[in-house]
Each structure stands twice: as structure tokens, then as C-alpha cells.
């Protein structure tokens, strides 16, 4: 089996390393991922200016392209250019993400995004994350990408993906497995200003989590919260089907 990882962390970020040596254990290992930090940039991809690949040494992958581009860059034009070199991808896997993707937040995610990439390029694809942005612990994070290779390649189609969501946690605390819905994942949130070396005032973007109190741990950011890692099936169809059953009443237009 042949699987494509990518990130949005770059290529030199530690979460990503942990993920092709566990996956290689299992499967020929392909790496496409930025040459630089691309955090929350959403399934942003470039138009209108060129990409750059490079080759770089990456242990325990068969093959590395550095991409000056977005995650869903990384996908969508590392899935073509094996293919152009002979090597048809089976699956598509990314991460480990340094940081949760829960709730609404997998709106901005790149890491979220280029696993919905690899969707798009119909393969089956999961995303994995550890719920900090600076992560210590790997381990259970490794063994659940794992899992879903193993278990999910075959049954898992290309119109869906799996987010899995890991505590920071070492493995043995860790309260269990929740197999959750999305929900909202709210913040105390700021712009603080800045004067830069110019003088210029800019605007930083900051903020803290809400915690939740009495929920239901069906929640990925309620089960998460409470020492659960969490595995959510994602579709990138955002239609409202409820919604569609009534609009054509309301007769917008007409």
C-alpha cells in the first residue's frame, strides 16, 4: 500500500516525523508537505503564483517533496506528481497536527483540509492531531493512525474522512476512545495591537478556549475536555438538507 502524508506544520515538524514511522511499519510511505509553518490556512490553495517541489531526506519515506504551498497544495499536487513518477497513492494521511482540530475550528484547519485534499482526490484520507500546540506525547496519537490504516483502508470511501483528536496526554491517562459529533469550539478571543520596528500599528490575533461545564462527552470538544481522545467521521458536503426541503417555499428570487 502506498500512502501520501502531509501537514500544515511543515515538513520539519516533529508530529509528522512520528506519523510516517509509524505508518511505515505498514505501508510505503510518501511525504508532500510545506517547506514552512502553514497553520490555519484552511483549504486555501494557489492560484495565480507557481509551487516549487524539492526533494529532501526524510527517515522511514519512501520518497519526500518540500512544496512551497498551502496543505491542499501539498496534496493535490503530491498525488499528481507520484503519479506522474509511477506511484499511484492508496490513501492519504495528515498530521500528527501540533494542536487540536475539534469542533469549529476544523473550519480553518489545513490539517483537516488536506486530508479533505485527499477526499477530493478520492482517496481515503484521515486526519490526526495531538490537542496542544506544543506536544509531548505522541504515543497514542501513533497507535490510533495505525489502527485506522489498517482497519479503515477498504471500508472507508473517498467521500468521507476520519479525524482523530489525541489529549496531550501519556497514553496510560487518557481516559478511553470517544467516537464523537463536532461541536462548537468557542474562545475568549482579542486582537491586540502592535506597533511594529516601522511604526506601523498592526493586529494580533489571540484567545483562550472556553471551558464547558455538564455536557454531553458526545461532543468532540466536551470529550476532548474531559481526557478522551476522539475519532469523527468528517464529510466535505456542507450542504443543509433540512434546510433544502424548505427553501423552495420560500421562494427567494421569485
Known amino acids: 500500500m502506498n500512502v501520501l502524508v502531509a501537514n500544515d506544520d511543515g515538513i520539519r515538524a516533529e508530529g509528522i516525523y512520528r506519523l510516517v514511522e509509524t505508518l511505515s511499519k505498514e505501508a510505503d510511505v510518501y511525504v508532500s508537505a510545506p517547506h514552512i509553518q502553514r497553520s490555519a490556512s484552511g483549504h486555501s490553495i494557489s492560484v495565480g ?112 474522512l476520519i479525524s482523530i483528536n489525541v489529549p496531550n496526554l501519556a497514553k496510560a491517562e487518557v481516559k478511553g476512545i470517544k467516537y464523537a459529533r463536532l461541536g462548537d469550539r468557542e474562545y475568549k478571543e482579542w486582537f491586540e495591537p502592535k506597533v511594529n520596528a516601522d511604526g506601523a500599528l498592526q493586529y494580533w490575533y489571540s484567545g483562550e478556549p472556553v471551558l464547558y461545564e455538564g455536557q454531553d462527552t458526545g461532543i468532540d470538544v466536551i470529550a476532548m475536555q474531559e481526557g478522551y481522545a476522539v475519532i469523527t467521521p468528517l464529510h466535505y458536503d456542507l450542504t443543509d438538507y433540512k434546510l433544502l426541503e424548505e427553501i423552495e417555499d420560500w421562494r427567494i428570487g421569485g
Open 49 to 160: 503564483a507557481p509551487l516549487e517541489i524539492s526533494e529532501v531526506d526524510f527517515d522511514n519515506a519512501k520518497l519526500a517533496l518540500e512544496i512551497t504551498g498551502t496543505p491542499a497544495d501539498c496534496v493535490k499536487l503530491g498525488v499528481k506528481e507520484l503519479e506522474r513518477r509511477g506511484i499511484g497513492i492508496d490513501m492519504v494521511f495528515s498530521g500528527i497536527n501540533h494542536g487540536g482540530n475539534l469542533g469549529t475550528d476544523t473550519l480553518y484547519s489545513g490539517t483537516v483540509s488536506a486530508a479533505i485534499e485527499g477526499c477530493i482526490c478520492k482517496k481515503p484520507s484521515v486526519a490526526v492531531s495531538v490537542n496542544s500546540h506544543f506536544p509531548k506525547h505522541f504515543e497514542l496519537a501513533c497507535e490510533l493512525a495505525l489502527s485506522a490504516l489498517q482497519k479503515a483502508y477498504g471500508r472507508l470511501d473517498c467521500h468521507s
